[in-house]
């Protein structure tokens, strides 16, 4: 385990740069801090176990990818709707249809 001001340091440091990324919507930088994020975590000892000050960051930490989590949730929704309204209204397909059916006249 990790002396407890490296380790508040640490969760201090990833949760300023998930912030960072949340606030650009950079959905690569936060695919990437979330897995240091992952890696972080797993070499911390339990985190009941953290000296206050890194068990505050923990806990600032943990809100924050909770944030994110719902973040990255609305934005894949907001994907998946203007994906399904390309679909729904290409204007090339439109196109082909129009004159798909006017030739066959």
Do not use: F, K
């Not at 960072?20 to 690569?28: E, R, V």
């Not at 949730?73 to 082909?96: N, T």
């Amino acid at each position: 385990m990790r002396p407890a001001s490296d380790a508040a340091q640490q969760l201090r440091g990833l949760q300023a740069e998930l912030a960072s990324a949340l606030a650009a919507a950079d959905w690569t930088a936060v695919s990437a801090i979330d897995q240091r994020i992952r890696r972080c975590l797993e070499a911390l000892a339990d985190p009941a176990a953290l000296e206050p000050e890194a068990r505050a960051a923990h806990q600032a930490l943990h809100r924050l990818h909770s944030e994110a989590l719902r973040a990255c949730a609305q934005e894949c929704e907001r994907l998946r709707q203007r994906l399904d309204h390309h679909l729904d209204y290409a204007e090339g397909r439109s196109a082909y249809q129009r004159i798909g059916l006017m030739g066959g006249r």
